[in-house]
C-alpha cells in the first residue's frame, strides 16, 4: 500500500502537540516546544511542548486530586474504559502503526503488529480489573479472622522508552487503570507522538480528568526528578538502559517508592546439534531483526555449536543479506533505521571493534549512505570472547557468533552476562530444553521460538535486567498493595 505526504500529513494534524494534565491540554509552561524527528529522513515531523519541572509538578497534582475518586471507581467501570480504549486502538490500527512507523522507523508491518500487541494489554487488563480477589479466613487459633484486601497503590510515575512507543505504553498504563491508580507519564523525547495520539484515544474511551497526565520533555531530570523526590508519589515504573534504572531506583528508595524496572538485556540464543537449523535461522531473524534489533529482548548472542556453526552462520548470512533497507512506509522494506546517528555509530563502533578482534564480517559491517540513520543486516562469525560486541548490548541489526562444544560449555557462556532477561533455545530435545530453563539465569525462555512477548505473560528479567514483571495475572500486582485486617472472632460472645 503506498503512503502519500498527504495521508502523512492528515495523520500528524490529528496528534496533539501539547501536554496533558488534568484532563486540559496546554502549553508547556516555559513556552518551550522541541522538534520530533523521522529518523529515516532526518525530517521534523512536529513540534511539540517541551515540559519544565514546574508542569511536572502540576501533572503530580492533578494526579493526587483524581487518585481518591479514581481509585472508588468500580472495577467494572474500569475494565470498560479500557475494553472502549482496545476496541479504539484497533479500530485505527493504520493510523498508530503509520505514525510508529514516522517517528520511530520500523516498518509498517512490524509497527502493525506492535498495534496489536499493545491492544492486547488493553483488552487483557481491561478483564483483570474484575478479578483482583483478597480473602477472608479463620486464624489458625480460631480466635479472630483474616482478611485480607488490595488496594491500589496510588499515583504512578511510569517512564517509557523510545522503541515500542504504543506497547511500553499500554503496558503500563493498562494495568494502572486497572488497579484504580492515577499516573504521570513521560515518554521518550524521541517517540512522544504515539503516546500523545493513545492519550487522545483514552480520553475518547471515557478516561477521567486528572488519571493520566503526559509530561513530554527534552530535560527527563529536571522534571521527573522532584516527583521521585515528592513524597505523594507512590510507585515508579521505568523501562530503560539499565545505568539509569540503578539510579531511578537510588532516587526511589528515598520515599521507598514501589518500583518496577525492565532494564537491558544481552540475550544469548543457543542452537545446539540436533536443532532443526532452518527453524533456528527463522528464530534467529525474528529475535535479532525485529524492531532493527533495538529492543531488549534482541537475541544479543548467538551461542552455536561446533559441528553445527558453518552451516548456522552461512544460512544466516545468507538471509541477512536479502534484508532490504529502507523508509518504514516503502513496501520494499524489511529494515528501518536506527532511531539515532549516535545509536548507529555505537552499533558501527562495536562491529568495527570485533573485527579487528579477528572476527569474520558475512554481511553488512558498514553504515549506509544517504539520509536517515541505516545499518545493514550485518552477520559476525568467530567472534573472540574478549571482544565489546559480546559484553554490550548491541541494540541494532547485528548477529555475532561464537561456538561451544558441550551443554556445560553453552550454560556457561550464556550466563557470563550482568543481564538475565531473556534467552533462547533451539533443540530437538524436550528434556534438554525444559533443563536448559533450570540452569539459564534469565527471566524468560523462548524454547525454539524468537519471539515471545505476550500480553498474557509475565515479562521481566532477573539480575540487572530489572525488577518486577508486566503483563500476565502477575502484571497488576505491580499496582496493588495488600492489606491485613485483622478481626475480632465475631462468634465469641
Known amino acids: 500500500m503506498t503512503i502519500t505526504a498527504q495521508r502523512e500529513q492528515d495523520l500528524l494534524s490529528s496528534v496533539p502537540t501539547g501536554l496533558l494534565i488534568g484532563g486540559e491540554w496546554r502549553d508547556a509552561s516555559n513556552g518551550k516546544t522541541f522538534d520530533?524527528?523521522?529518523?529515516?529522513?532526518?525530517?521534523?515531523?512536529?513540534?511539540?511542548?517541551?515540559?519544565?519541572?514546574?508542569?511536572?509538578?502540576?501533572?503530580?497534582?492533578?494526579?493526587?486530586?483524581?487518585?481518591?475518586?479514581?481509585?472508588?471507581?468500580?472495577?467494572?467501570?474500569?475494565?470498560?474504559?479500557?475494553?472502549?480504549?482496545?476496541?479504539?486502538?484497533?479500530?485505527?490500527?493504520?493510523?498508530?502503526?503509520?505514525?510508529?512507523?514516522?517517528?520511530?522507523?520500523?516498518?509498517?508491518?512490524?509497527?502493525?503488529?506492535?498495534?496489536?500487541?499493545?491492544?492486547?494489554?488493553?483488552?487483557?487488563?481491561?478483564?483483570?480489573?474484575?478479578?483482583?480477589?483478597?480473602?477472608?479466613?479463620?486464624?489458625?487459633?480460631?480466635?479472630?479472622?483474616?482478611?485480607?484486601?488490595?488496594?491500589?497503590?496510588?499515583?504512578?510515575?511510569?517512564?517509557?522508552?523510545?522503541?515500542?512507543?504504543?506497547?511500553?505504553?499500554?503496558?503500563?498504563?493498562?494495568?494502572?487503570?486497572?488497579?484504580?491508580?492515577?499516573?504521570?507519564?513521560?515518554?521518550?523525547?524521541?517517540?512522544?507522538?504515539?503516546?500523545?495520539?493513545?492519550?487522545?484515544?483514552?480520553?475518547?474511551?471515557?478516561l477521567p480528568k486528572g488519571v493520566l497526565n503526559i509530561v513530554s520533555t527534552t530535560s527527563a531530570g529536571d522534571v521527573t526528578g522532584p516527583l521521585i523526590k515528592d513524597s505523594r508519589l507512590r510507585k515508579l515504573s521505568f523501562t530503560g538502559s539499565t545505568p539509569v534504572g540503578r539510579r531511578l531506583l537510588a532516587d526511589a528508595s528515598e520515599n521507598v517508592l514501589r518500583?518496577?524496572?525492565?532494564?537491558?538485556?544481552?540475550?544469548?540464543?543457543?542452537?545446539?546439534?540436533?536443532?532443526?537449523?532452518?527453524?533456528?535461522?527463522?528464530?534467529?531473524?525474528?529475535?535479532?531483526?525485529?524492531?532493527?534489533?533495538?529492543?531488549?529482548?534482541?537475541?544479543?548472542?548467538?551461542?552455536?555449536?561446533?559441528?553445527?556453526?558453518?552451516?548456522?552462520?552461512?544460512?544466516?548470512?545468507?538471509?541477512?543479506?536479502?534484508?532490504?533497507?529502507?523508509?518504514?512506509?516503502?513496501?520494499?522494506?524489511?529494515?528501518?533505521?536506527?532511531?539515532?546517528?549516535?545509536?548507529r555509530d555505537s552499533v558501527h563502533s562495536l562491529v568495527k571493534d570485533a573485527v579487528d578482534d579477528g572476527a569474520r564480517l558475512l554481511s553488512g559491517g558498514e553504515p549506509l549512505d544517504g539520509p536517515g540513520y541505516f545499518y545493514p543486516a550485518t552477520v559476525l562469525a568467530d567472534v573472540p570472547s574478549k571482544s565489546r560486541i559480546l559484553q554490550e548490548e548491541i541494540f541494532g541489526p547485528v548477529a555475532p557468533i561464537v561456538t561451544f562444544s558441550n551443554e556445560d560449555d553453552a550454560v556457561r557462556l550464556a550466563n557470563n552476562t550482568e543481564y538475565g532477561l531473556v534467552a533462547y533455545v533451539f533443540t530437538r530435545d524436550l528434556n534438554r530444553g525444559l533443563r536448559m530453563g533450570e540452569r539459564l539465569d534469565t527471566g524468560m525462555l523462548g524454547l525454539n521460538a524468537g519471539v515471545i512477548s505476550n500480553a498474557a505473560a509475565p515479562f521481566g528479567g532477573v539480575k540487572q535486567s530489572g525488577l518486577g514483571r508486566e503483563g500476565g495475572y502477575e502484571g497488576i500486582e505491580e499496582y496493588l498493595y495488600t492489606q491485613y485486617v485483622g478481626i475480632a472472632d465475631p462468634t465469641a460472645s
Open 36 to 206: 520530533v524527528e523521522d529518523p529515516a529522513t532526518g525530517k521534523t515531523l512536529l513540534s511539540i511542548a517541551d515540559a519544565s519541572p514546574e508542569d511536572g509538578k502540576a501533572a503530580l497534582d492533578a494526579a493526587v486530586a483524581a487518585q481518591d475518586e479514581w481509585a472508588k471507581t468500580a472495577p467494572r467501570e474500569r475494565g470498560e474504559i479500557l475494553r472502549r480504549a482496545f476496541e479504539l486502538v484497533t479500530e485505527r490500527a493504520d493510523d498508530f502503526a503509520l505514525l510508529m512507523t514516522m517517528e520511530m522507523g520500523k516498518p509498517l508491518a512490524e509497527a502493525r503488529g506492535e498495534v496489536i500487541y499493545g491492544a492486547e494489554f488493553l483488552r487483557w487488563f481491561s478483564e483483570e480489573a474484575v478479578r483482583m480477589s483478597g480473602r477472608y479466613s479463620t486464624a489458625p487459633d480460631g480466635k479472630s479472622r483474616i482478611l485480607v484486601n488490595k488496594k491500589p497503590v496510588g499515583p504512578c510515575l511510569l517512564i517509557t522508552p523510545w522503541n515500542f512507543p504504543l506497547a511500553m505504553a499500554t503496558r503500563k498504563i493498562a494495568p494502572a487503570v486497572a488497579a484504580g491508580c492515577t499516573m504521570v507519564l513521560k515518554p521518550a523525547n524521541l517517540t512522544p507522538l504515539t503516546s500523545l495520539l493513545f492519550a487522545k484515544v483514552l480520553e475518547e474511551a471515557g
Open 259 to 343: 518500583t518496577s524496572m525492565e532494564l537491558g538485556g544481552n540475550a544469548p540464543f543457543l542452537v545446539f546439534e540436533d536443532a532443526d537449523l532452518d527453524k533456528a535461522v527463522d528464530g534467529a531473524m525474528a529475535a535479532k531483526l525485529r524492531n532493527m534489533g533495538e529492543a531488549c529482548t534482541a537475541a544479543n548472542r548467538f551461542i552455536v555449536h561446533e559441528s553445527v556453526a558453518a552451516e548456522f552462520a552461512e544460512k544466516l548470512a545468507a538471509r541477512m543479506k536479502d534484508v532490504t533497507p529502507g523508509r518504514g512506509t516503502e513496501d520494499s522494506s524489511k529494515l528501518g533505521p536506527l532511531i539515532d546517528g549516535k545509536s
